[in-house]
């Protein structure tokens, strides 16, 4: 198998009684704090964390909401988390999308946070833990950070591209109750799918990425932690949290401007598999799903759209106003 075929299965990949008694979060040093505060735009602010979770620096952008800057101590605006996908950052959605612009917003504190390759867990390490521990980073000491210097109110929704959209739902998964409402868009939403494992162990294979069993493990040997990383197997701790889920089928769509190349047809096709088997899950399990499967491919035009449509859900959850099932 080629070196850019395992780069690319990396890539897409990161983008019941084994659960019971998923685990807190990893308790992580204390002491992560900002280091660097840098004005970038209009509304803009990034945010350079020293977290001992990680074991190193990290980027967080913050879209500010109107009259932030003038914000007493005690003023709160509710949070809308927005996750990159496998090796990006920071700077994606305002990069990608037009989440600037968008009215609807300026009421909300948007938090774009690095996430690296860390595939939004804390990572196993063969058994010794510690960093990186990226949902410590993400839900603990960030999460601190911002409720108590930069105006974060406890109403919180969460969703993601690609391997955020995998975040998004892990999260609100793993931490019931803290995320009013999660919405993912062509993420990799089903761990221990059979076509899952079975890339994750050619990404294995190889000795460039073989590293990445430090994540959840064998996925045989350590079956359980896989379990309890997976949104399909934590499909019940959802209940409570209204989930839209989005996905193309691969094909070229008409947001896809150019020819669209083989690795975007190919991860399209294979999240699309992985969101078809969540969605009865969750529907057996109760969670009250928005949907919206679509041609197209893996390209960050059909994430802008697709924000762009969940934000009536997701506003409507930090908001606190009534959802319709749909």
């Known amino acids: 198998m080629g070196r850019r075929l395992l780069a690319g299965l990396a890539a897409v990949l990161l983008s019941g009684s084994l ?9 992580g040093a204390p002491g992560a704090r ?36 003038r914000r007493d101590r005690d003023d709160r605006w509710p949070v809308l988390y927005l996750l990159h996908g496998v090796s990006g950052s920071h700077a994606d959605w305002t990069a990608d999308s037009d989440v600037e612009d968008i009215d609807a917003l300026r ?41 108590g210097r930069y105006g974060a109110g406890t ?13 998004a739902l892990l999260y609100a998964a793993r931490r019931p109750g803290m995320f009013r409402a999660a919405a993912s868009y062509s993420g990799p939403v089903h761990l221990l799918h059979p076509e899952s494992v079975s890339r994750w162990r050619a990404v294995f294979a190889d000795p460039e990425y073989a590293r990445y069993l430090d994540v959840w493990g064998d996925p045989d040997a350590r079956r359980g932690n896989w379990a309890r990383h997976d949104p399909y197997h934590l499909a019940d701790r959802l209940r409570p949290t209204p ?17 669209p190349d083989e690795w975007d ?21 109760g969670v009250r799903v ?17 924000l762009h449509r969940s934000l009536p859900l997701l506003l409507d959850a930090v908001h606190g106003r009534t959802i319709i099932q749909r």
Do not use: K, Q
Not at 19 to 27: E, M, W, Y
């Open 243 to 259: 989930i839209f889920l989005a996905c193309g089928d691969g094909t070229p769509g008409p947001l896809d401007v150019t020819e």
């Open 107 to 147: 009421d909300v504190l948007v938090v774009m946070p690095d996430a690296g390759e860390g595939t939004y867990t804390n990572w196993w390490n063969r058994g010794r833990h510690g960093p990186p521990a990226w949902e410590t980073f993400h839900l603990d000491e960030l999460r601190t950070i911002l409720e």
């Open 34 to 69: 900002v280091i660097a505060e840098a004005t970038v735009g209009d509304r803009l602010v990034d945010l350079t964390i020293d977290s001992p979770a990680l074991g190193r620096t990290a980027t967080v952008r913050l879209l500010t909401p109107a009259g932030w800057d």
């Open 155 to 167: 109403a919180r929704v969460v969703a993601g591209l690609s391997m955020g959209g995998y975040g």
């Open 19 to 27: 659960v019971a008694g998923v685990p807190g979060p990893a308790a």
């Open 290 to 306: 928005v949907t919206d499967f679509y041609p197209g491919t893996h390209v960050p035009a059909y994430w802008e759209r697709e």
């Open 265 to 285: 047809i190919d991860a399209e096709t294979f999240d699309r598999a992985l969101n078809e088997s969540l969605l009865p899950r969750l529907r057996r399990a």
